[in-house]
């Protein structure tokens, strides 16, 4: 089974970024065969950012989507992951 590779674009100065990380964390802890994560700091890799167009954080890309600007529920992040597997 090939793993959902979840991006998730955040910077020191937002908000709501921490709360982002811990659904994502969360999710990836309980299914820890079934996605890859990847943190990505805007202000250290602004042109990954320019790459899908990210205009605000907290956003999740899942495999090179933009599928959440802001923190999901864990169940929405659940369900976007299963859509893919």
Sequence with gaps: MSKVKIEL???PMCP???AAKRVVE???NEMPDAVEVEYINVMENPQ???EYGIMAVPTIVINGE???IGA???EA???AIKKRL
Excluded: I, Y
């Design 9 to 11: 674009f955040t910077s």
């Design 16 to 18: 709501h970024c921490p």
């Design 26 to 28: 969360e999710v990836a």
């Design 48 to 50: 990954k950012a320019m």
């Design 66 to 68: 933009v599928e959440f």
């Design 72 to 74: 999901p529920t864990k």
């Design 77 to 79: 992040l659940v369900e």
